[in-house]
């Protein structure tokens, strides 16, 4: 079976939710790729915040990009999200992209960690606006990566299904081992008002 990949889905898929002037979040910032992917999208007139604990991931996405305008990237756990967000933007957040695991070339003992990410997904669902959209890239196959894969899963069962709809894609075969893709999107509520 040929290899798909799950980042190139996980962008496409943003790329038909999110538009100028919108606001986003890379709430796993590594070496800031989903951060600028996500900063083209919104344009000038939008604005992306991005979350990482490492300061190397911080440096490492201000050096790959020279433009930060718009760009608002924060030296903190992803499960403070909301505390870092200002309020007027609760519930109006269009994407959330998580990327887990561990920074690209840097120490990989430093890893996300599984109670910290459901409190920051918990966060990001509250965050997200009416017909907004989360991705969430797991690798399973390191450790402490199964028991985060697992618990996410789990959290994605629990979700109110009349409020959210998700999917799992796999970037080979469905494998215990095999990194994963979660796509969750926040349902348009309509309300009735003759009641």
């Known amino acids: 079976m040929q290899r798909i990949s799950l980042i190139n889905i996980a962008h496409q898929q943003i790329s038909e939710s999110l538009k100028s002037g919108d606001i986003a979040i890379d709430a796993t910032l590594g070496n800031g790729h989903d951060a600028w992917y996500l ?7 939008g604005l992306v915040f991005g979350f990482d604990i490492q300061l190397a991931a911080i440096t490492a996405t201000q050096s790959n990009n020279a433009d930060a305008t718009g760009l608002t990237l924060i030296h903190a756990s992803h499960a403070l999200m909301a505390e870092n967000i200002p309020v007027q933007h609760h519930g109006n957040i269009k994407a959330i992209m998580f990327n887990l695991g561990y920074l690209p070339g840097g120490d990989k003992s430093i890893i996300t960690q599984t109670e910290s990410t459901l409190c920051a997904l918990n966060a990001a669902i509250a965050l997200l606006g009416a017909e907004g959209i989360m991705t969430i890239m797991a690798y399973p196959g390191h450790a402490g990566g199964d028991l985060e894969t697992t618990q996410i899963e789990h959290w ?9 709809s998700y999917q799992i894609l796999y970037s080979t075969v ?4 095999a990194p994963r893709l979660f796509i969750l999107r926040k349902t ?8």
Not at 189 to 194: C, G, W, Y
């Open 156 to 164: 994605c069962e629990q979700l109110d299904n009349s409020k959210f």
């Open 39 to 45: 900063k083209h999208l919104v344009g000038p007139t």
């Open 174 to 177: 469905t494998s215990a081992t």
């Open 188 to 195: 348009h509520l309509i309300t009735d008002v003759t009641q």
